[in-house]
């Protein structure tokens, strides 16, 4: 290809269900030129309390699945997928660049610490990974990294449960908080695709001394340094458009993806037969 001709072919985005959408908010902000396909496996989810294996089986249906589509780049929007299975999907696919959460998240978690103590929260998949630990500690040996997993999170959020002033949601995340707090963490990786929805009850319990980064939109800046890197940007004067698959019933999507991507959603989604792939 001409080293300056645009690249109008699709990045494809998936994640466990819809949480990936806040990864889909990001990316429409960061690369509005991009065309997207999203698919989440709202038939399957949550992946975040499954054993390692059953995380990587479905993963590879969901790559299966988005590669029927003729793609440049995949961004792993799921916390829990980045932490078990990336390394092995992405040699499985070595002809397509992948992006997950864990690397643009850490590096930027290391780039903030101050005092060398970062939390990071995400669910008990995740954490049990211990993947953001080693992704610390490749850049500096020196930080010490405290996990929590937050399994209640999700379905709260999934619920409603995330606003600002819900005592709910404000018990269930100061009881998280408070032992990383005791830690005198400086830094907080949200680590899994709902919790940028939480970000107000967050920070109101952390305070400004603890910056806090949210995986997603790093993983969208990573996609574009690596779409320029590889000479594979879309269009700068073109509008992406966004196609959405799920694996369950479509129905309720637009509610429940105007919730994730924060304003409403005209477009609906196909369903697609995951275990088919
Ligand atoms: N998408 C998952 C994650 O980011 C959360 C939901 C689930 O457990 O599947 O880890």
Same mark, same amino acid.
């Given at each position: 290809?001409?080293?300056?001709?645009?690249?109008?072919?699709? &990045?494809?985005?998936?994640?466990?269900?819809? $949480?990936?959408?806040?990864?889909?908010?990001?990316?429409?902000?960061?690369?509005?030129? +991009?065309?997207?396909?999203?698919?989440?496996?709202?038939?399957?989810?949550?992946?975040?309390?499954?054993?390692?294996?059953?995380?990587?089986?479905?993963?590879?249906?969901?790559?299966?699945?988005?590669?029927?589509?003729?793609?440049?780049?995949? &961004?792993i929007?799921?916390?829990?997928?980045?932490?078990?299975?990336?390394?092995?999907?992405?040699?499985?696919?070595?002809?397509?660049?992948? &992006?997950?959460?864990v690397?643009?998240a850490?590096?930027?978690?290391?780039?903030?610490?101050?005092?060398?103590?970062?939390?990071?929260?995400?669910?008990?998949?995740?954490?049990?990974? !211990?993947?953001?630990?080693?992704?610390?500690?490749?850049?500096?040996?020196? *930080?010490?990294?405290? !996990?929590?997993?937050?399994?209640l999170?999700?379905?709260?959020?999934?619920? $409603?449960r995330?606003?600002? $002033?819900?005592?709910?949601?404000?018990?269930?995340?100061?009881?998280?908080?408070?032992?990383?707090?005791?830690?005198? *963490?400086?830094?907080?990786?949200?680590?899994?695709?709902?919790?940028?929805?939480?970000?107000?009850?967050?920070?109101?319990?952390?305070?400004?001394?603890?910056?806090?980064?949210?995986?997603?939109?790093?993983?969208?800046?990573?996609?574009?340094?690596?779409?320029k890197?590889?000479?594979?940007?879309?269009?700068?004067?073109?509008?992406?458009?966004?196609?959405?698959?799920?694996?369950?019933?479509?129905e309720?999507?637009?509610?429940?993806?105007?919730?994730?991507?924060? +304003?409403?959603?005209?477009?609906?989604?196909?369903? &697609?037969?995951?275990e088919?792939?």
């Open positions: 290809m001409n080293e300056h001709q645009p690249d109008a072919r699709p &990045v494809g985005v998936f994640d466990s269900g819809l $949480g990936g959408l806040t990864a889909i908010r990001s990316l429409l902000r960061i690369l509005p030129e +991009e065309n997207l396909v999203y698919f989440g496996d709202t038939a399957r989810v949550p992946y975040g309390n499954r054993a390692p294996e059953t995380i990587l089986q479905y993963a590879r249906q969901d790559v299966r699945f988005l590669r029927s589509f003729h793609l440049k780049a995949i &961004v929007a799921c916390g829990t997928i980045s932490t078990t299975s990336l390394d092995t999907l992405q040699a499985e696919n070595p002809d397509l660049p992948f &992006v997950g959460v690397s643009p850490c590096r930027r978690a290391a780039e903030l610490t101050r005092r060398k103590r970062v939390g990071i929260i995400a669910t008990r998949a995740s954490v049990r990974s !211990g993947a953001y630990e080693a992704a610390l500690h490749r850049i500096d040996p020196e *930080i010490t990294v405290i !996990g929590k997993p937050c399994p999170f999700v379905p709260l959020v999934e619920n $409603g995330f606003r600002r $002033g819900d005592i709910v949601i404000e018990t269930v995340a100061r009881e998280y908080l408070t032992p990383l707090l005791q830690e005198n *963490i400086d830094t907080l990786i949200l680590g899994c695709t709902h919790y940028p929805l939480l970000e107000e009850v967050i920070a109101d319990i952390c305070g400004p001394s603890v910056a806090l980064v949210s995986a997603g939109e790093e993983s969208a800046y990573e996609l574009k340094r690596l779409l890197a590889r000479n594979l940007r879309g269009d700068p004067s073109a509008a992406g458009e966004v196609q959405f698959y799920v694996s369950d019933r479509t309720d999507f637009e509610n429940t993806a105007s919730i994730f991507l924060r +304003e409403n959603l005209r477009h609906t989604a196909r369903r &697609v037969d995951i088919q792939y």
